[in-house]
Structures are given as C-alpha cells and as structure tokens.
C-alpha cells in the first residue's frame, strides 16, 4: 500500500532529500520511498508515478512530503521518528563549519563585499525571481537548478546582458573561473586555455586532460543544455566569447556544444572568427577536422583537449611561469649591468634550438649559448653529457661575472648520459646562487630534463634534484628558451607585465551560494570569499503573496 | 716537460681510454695527459696540441700512445704501472658479463643468427672497411663513430640502398629502433609515432617529449649529421622514409633536421608528400607554422612532438592497446552469439561521444549506450556520477547476459562526485569477470577515469582500482569508444589483425656490437640478442697488409 506522510516547515535540498532517500529505503519493509518538497511541479511527479496521497493536498513548497510503498502501516511511524533524527543531525552537522550564512539576500549581502558571483540550486520554479533579484545587485550567475523555462531563462540573460554580466546555466553542472572548480569540477592548474561550453561532462573531459598533460585553464564557462537553441540564441554563448577574447590570461579558447541550432552555430562561428585568438571548436557528431581562419574544426573531446595543449604550448611562454619568478627578475632589474644570458648546453640540436628562439640577443656581446658537445671542447674528454665538468666550470666562473643575468642549461639523460647530471651540476649552481645572494644579487638558472621517467635516471628525480639547487625547470627546451627570452625582455625592460584581471570577474571570485551548501562548503574549504544564503520559498512558496513581499521590501 | 710513453698490442675503445685519462689527470704533478691509439690521424692531433713525442714514431694503431707535461720524469714510471693495472682491471671485470664475444667478424656471425643490425664504434678510419663487410653479410649498420669521410659515407650509403639496408650515420648518435634504444637513447614505449632525423639531442627532446605525454615511438631513426649534405644527398632519409611508409605500426611521421641543402630539402618534402600518412617537419631555424598537404611545418622539437602526440592521438585506437586484449577478444569469437556492446555512462556528454564514435553498431539491434544521468533514471534518486546503484545493477545483470561481449563506462571524478565510484563498481565488476570466466567466457569493461591527480579521489588511485578490478583503463572516453569500435569489429570479424613487421628488421632486433662494450652491455640487459665483436685493428692497422689479408680470407 501507499501511504503519505508531510513534515510541515522543514525546507531541504535536493541532495539531502536524496540522501534522506537512500536512507529509508534500506528500511525493511519499505518496497519504494519517494521523497520531494510539496510544490505544485512535484506533485505532479507524484501523480505520474502512482505515489500521490492525499495528505499531499495541502502541501507547500516549504513541506516535505514523503510516499512510501510499504506492507505495514507501522513504517509510516517509523519513518516519521528516523526523518526528525536526520534533519536534528543536519543542523547540528552544518553549524560546526565556519561558513557564513544568512537566511535572506539582505543578510547574505551584509556578510560579503561586492559579491561577483551567485550559485543557485533551487527549485527551478525559483530560479527566475531570485536570479533577477541577484543581477540587480550585480552578481554573475552559476545556475544549476534545472526546469527553468525558456521565457525565464531568455529574460534573465538579457538582464544579465544589458547589464554586463552573465548566466551560466540554467541546468549548469560545471565551471571553472578564475581557477576555482564550480560545482561538478576537477582541480585543473591556472593557464592560457578557455574553455565554454553547453555540456558538463564534455567541460570536465578537456579541462581535465589538459590538466593530465600538465598545461592549465583561463576559465570554462558552462552555458547550460539550451543556450544554443533558437529559442535562446547563444546569448551565454556571445557574452563568455566576449569575456574570453578580452581575457589578457586566455590565449586558445575552445568550444564546444552539441551541434546547436543552424542560425546560433553560424553565430557562433562568426563570433570565433571575430576573436584574434587561436579557437578549436567541436560540435559534437560533426565529423569533419578541418580548419577555417582561426577555427580548427575536430570532432572528439580528446582531439579538442589535445590540440588546444598543442597550440598553446606553441605560443610564448606560460604567463604563469613568469610570473614565479618575476619578484627575482625585479632583483635583476636592480642593476642594469647585470643583463646577459648564457647557454650551457650538452645537447647540439637543444643549443641550435635554444639560439634560434633567442637570436634577437645571441647576436649582441657578451650574450652565448655554448655547445660543450662541440668539437673544439670535448677533444680527448668525454662528452659533456657524460662528463660534468666544463659544464661546472663555466658554473663556477658566474661567481666573478657581474654581467649574466639567466643561465639555461640541459640535462639530457637516457642510455650512454651520466648516471647523474643533476647531482653533478646541483651544489655547483646552489653555491653560485648563495654567493649572489650573500650579496643581494641573484642570477636565475633555467634547465629541462630531455628524458623518461622509465630512464635509468628517472626523469622526475632529475628534475626534483635541479629544483633542489634553485634551478627553475620547465617541460622542454624550447619552453627553456622562450622563459629565457621573456626574462631578457623584461630585465631589459622591453616588456612589460600585464595584470591578470577578467571582465566579468575581476581578479578573484566573491560568491553568494543559494541552495545546496555543499557547493559553498567546498569554495570555503579553498578559502574563498563565500557566504551562504540558506534559501527557503518565502510566504509557503505563494508566488502571489511573494510578489507582494517583495514590492513591500522595495518600498 | 713533456714524456711519451707506448704500450704495445693494447687496444682500448675511446671510453676505455677516456676514463684512463680521469684517472691519470688526477695524479699530483701531472699537469696535463693525453692518450690515444696510435693511428695517422691521432698522431696529427698530438702533434697539433704540443704533445707529440719521439716514441710514438713508430706506435700502430694496436698501440696506446700516452703523453705527459709534468715536472718530474719519475711520474712515467707511475703512469706505466697505473695503466698495466687498469687494463688489467678491464680484462677481469668484462669477463664477468654473460655477453658472448668475438675477436673477428667471422667468430661473432658464428655466435648470432642472421644479425640485422651493426652498432660501430671503431676509430672513423676503420669504418668503411668494417662496414662494406657487415652490409655484405645483411646487416643494417647504426654508425655512432665520426670522421668518416663524405666518400666513404656516400659508398657505404649506396651499397646499403642496393642491398635493401640502410646506413644510420656515421656520426650517429641515438635511434630507437622496434623499441629498443640505441647508442644515446631514452626509454620510451612503442607507439605509432615515426622519427627521422639528422639530430642527435632534437630525436632525444623529440621522442622523450612523445614519452613523457604517454605516448609511444614505433621507430626513431638518426641519419647521422651530414646525410642531408649535398654531397650525400640524403640517402638513408630517403630510406628511412620508405621504411616508415610501408611500416604497419607507424601512422605520423616526424621529420626533423638542421634546414638541409635545397635541392636535398626539395627531395625530402618531396618524398614526404608521396607518404600516404600524417606527417610533421622541423626544419630547425625556419620559422613558418604552416601546413602543405600531409605536412605539417613548426618551428620548435617540442611543437613536432606535441603535434605528432595530438595527430597520433586523433587516429584509431593504438594498435598496441588492441594487441594487449586480443587474447581476451579471440575467447569472445569462439561464442558468435555474445557479440553486442553495452554503455553505461554517468556523464551525458561522454555516452554522447560514445554514441557518435559507435554510430555504426548503436544502431543495430542489442546494442546501447545509456546516459544514466538522463531523467528517466535519475527520478528521486542522486545523479549516477554521485550514487553508483543504477550501474551496479546493469553490471550485475551482466552475469545473465549472454550477448553483451563489450562494456563501456566512463567514471568522472572531481568535487561533487562519488569520493570512490572505482570502489563502488570495481567489485560487482570482478564479480561478473569471475562469473563468465568460471564458464570459460570473458567479457570486456574498457573505462576512462574524467579528472585529474589533484581531485579529492585522485585520479591515479581511481585508475589502479579499477584496473584491479580487470578493467581496461584508457586515458581518454573517446580512446574508450575507439578501442570498443575496433573489437566490436574484430570480434564480429570485420577486421583481422596485420602482424607487425618492418621492411628492414622484421620483428625484432640481432646485433653485433663493434666497438664500445657498453653499447652490447646495455642491450644485453635488455635481454636482446647480441654478439660483442672485440675489434683490433687488422695487421697493426697497415691498410696494404689488411687489404692483402683480407683477400686471403675470401680465397
């Protein structure tokens, strides 16, 4: 038999309802629980699925209610009892953890300053007032309730657009901004790819290969299953285009969606073409790679992910490298003589390679990248990938060389190389560094590891060891030279550094999260700016009597 | 002062002698030592570098020259014993290894079967001579020794290419060849991804990079430095080149040299143009990014390495992926019945690609990729990336299943996600294995773990669980769907299986090492078939008297 239950008052979100859910049907007895808060679109559910009851009547939004399919009318007692425990365990549960929290707007406002950010994960019936009302107050929104409608979702994007801002979602399962994972999201380094999209598990997929393959995300932009329809039009879409092409972090931006609707994807297109970035797009199903300007047409996550880490590994080097060691370039920059770069290479073909990225300095004085491989330094001595020490002796010599500035260098291991290069060189370059320090200078050495790490020096020890010695190491020689040359421009003030800061965003994230406090739990726990807006259907969910409210709220 | 000394009929190989002079240069009062065999050419070295002594007059090739600057004729005394005892030392410590060696050619052929491949490491003067003899018995040669002249090189190159052989060098100084790495090479796994190149350090940066990223090599081949000279022509590229064509495991092909002479350039392009395969080409120092036809040009070893992983990527699956369950498969098509493929995704997007790559079987009857995060399935119940019971209950269904040979999943981590949906699933997996292998039947799970080593479930302990639990694991959904494609086709007996071959080695490698021992040592321990050929110079090095004998010989 089927028998109702409703619990008046007792707001909860969907995953605790779910939760709550696994619970009672491990009961014995119980056949099938059913468990939903009483608004007019659940009760519906309830009907279609022959779990309605009568006690469901006069049920409201804040009410939860509870269908069991049970032998014994004694469960219905039973369950009642287990479901007071868990809401009492729920609430002594989340008043332990140091997130704030309010129960309205205004109290969530009072709690954070200039909140850029709202996650909503409320019924979707809700969505649309709340979403409005956080616009107004200049919030981006991360929607993932779904059930929105159309109508809803198109007006709130139009808010959003007029005001310079956006809606990701409705029915939004990731996202990453300004290297913080939203909602279903993998930890993934900061870097020069964006990513939007109108598909969860596709936005997972190539942010966490490219994070896999060791390069990082700008940001990924969730749109929701139906940004691209007719009906909405991409307007998401053309907004985190916008965002991105703007964004001084992005560099190759990716796209990716289900085929959407004919007139948004030549929009789309038109839109990738405008953008004076490298993009790869990826329409699901379409088969064909093909490149048209600056789009490169693939057709599976992987290729997206794989040649988006290939176009942007080929670019200048990572912004955030640079940025590690940019305080020791300002030393640098302290004394204007100190200003050259040296090359000590093992490798023939990584020398030529490192004075090919750098032949706007090799050709001036004083500015050399040495091949120790070369015949005039290895006559009746081993190679130097082999034997140290002309290598060390050119180290030794930086001691007395007021003029180098950055130091590059190989370590080429494999079979035939020495056992151990990194031992070798290591405290030669660590004594260099605290003799320069001692006196307030410093000098940066930059060196790869050519290598596996099924090599029998294994690749991660060699790079470990470098490190140990204040060597900064980079994945290949080329990314060597090319730090090599931004470090150049820079101390020779040639460059200059842009501050990262987005458009939408700003430079960090401040979030007021609307429903499941899971989400916030984990913002708080990556000590982000983040404030809790435990949300219930105001006025019993009448949307008549909340319009009222809310006029009286603006008198 | 400087002091000569010569010992006799002692020949040492370039390392030998290079480790003796460490050792040597150590000693007090000796400011400087040089020792070489006693050939022409060296004695032009010493006298060139002021080291020349009377003694060596008369030294031979067999012979060890030393020369000395030091204070106190005394020293020669010393030095005289230190090398007795060195020689000494090496004769004891090498006839410890299990390495089968041989004073002539004739002895090592008698010690090998049918060896096709020669390492030389001999002075350059001898190498032609030695060379023409092992091309004549069949074997390909990897040249590592130097000066070697252009006619030499060129002769050796042009028997090679009548004979079907090829001529890696001279001056070579890595290759990777069916796996195996030669000379100055590193450990890299086989893949489907070609190297050619005139460029020591450029095939290492190349190949580790393609390691490094989990990709693998099916060949790298060294032409040696001058082989794109004008006056050499590119012979061994154009044959390394054919050999890549026709080899059934390669499907991209790097090319990667200094820019060569034009006419040379124009005849690689040429012949790369003609392959009917993917192909990338660093011409060092040229700067374009551009592709003509099946070629693609860029600037840096790292853009060939991270282009060909992205091109290598973007084709089938790789064939050693296949190869790996192709006894599992070959149990499959003993039951032609139980040949349906099953998908049982969490992420919609991830079945979505599934279904796209599988378009051709999901259309067929039996067949199915379900989304179970679809709203049929997710009715009152978490979202299948968050709670495992759908998908357990589709595995255990399995047991009873006698069509299904093939199941997809995909398991995407990250926050929000099961914190161990691989524990969850991985035991009602190995139950179903157990189950079907109990009646002599197997059936294959191929997963994707979506998300990466710094997710709270961590990407690498998710992988090895599953693994543990005999699931296929891949690194990619679309690799997932791709290797599904391909054993659907081969268990329903729409593709066979090419064994791999190569023109010039067929299946694996036999060589005799002439020259440095550590080349055969290292080889050996990679338990590889090979002979050490303890080469001398023949008749003290007189090349009047070695040609006379070797007439004898052939009489």
Known sequence: MILGLVKKNTYQDSVNLMLLSTRLTEKEGVRKVSIMMGTPANKDIFRNTGMYCSEFETANPNDICISVDTDSSEKLSTISEELDAFISDLSSSSSESKLRKAKSLKGALNKIENPNLAIISIPGEYVYEEGKRLLENGMNLFVFSDNVNYEEEKKLKEIAREKGLIVMGPDCGTGIILGVPLAFANVVSRGSIGVVGASGTGIQEITSIIGRLGEGVSHAIGLGGRDLSEEIGGISAEIALNFLKEDIDTEVIVFVSKPPARDVRDKIVEKLKQINKTTVAVFLGEKSLSQDENIHYVSTLEDAANLAFYLSRSKRVNKETFMVIKDRLDTLRLNPKQNRIHGYYGGGTLAGEAKEILAKYISSEGNKIIDYGDDQYTKGRPHPMIDP???????????????????????????????????????????????????????????????????????????????????????????????????????????????????????????????????????????????????????????????????????
Chains 1, 2 share one sequence.
């Open 389 to 555: 020490s002309t290598r060390i002796e050119a180290i030794k010599k930086l001691k007395d060389d007021e003029s180098v500035a950055i130091v590059l260098f190989d370590n080429v291991i494999g079979h035939g190389s020495s056992t151990d290069m990194a031992g070798a060189l290591g405290p030669h370059i660590k004594d260099v560094l605290e003799y320069k320090r001692s006196r307030n200078q410093d000098i940066v050495f930059i060196a790869s590891v050519c290598g596996t790490e099924e090599d029998i020096q294994i690749y991660s020890k060699q790079v470990k060891e470098l490190e140990k010695s204040g060597v900064v190491v980079l994945d290949t020689n080329a990314q060597v030279a090319k730090l090599g040359l931004e470090a150049m421009e820079y101390i020779n003030e040639r460059r200059t550094v842009e501050k990262s800061q987005s458009g939408l965003f700003d430079s960090e994230l401040r979030v007021v999260n609307i429903g499941l406090e899971s989400f916030a739990n984990t913002l708080y726990e990556q000590n982000l700016s983040v404030v809790q807006y435990n949300w219930t259907p105001v006025a019993g969910g009448n949307k008549e009597l909340q319009k009222m409210l809310r006029k009286l709220e603006n008198l």
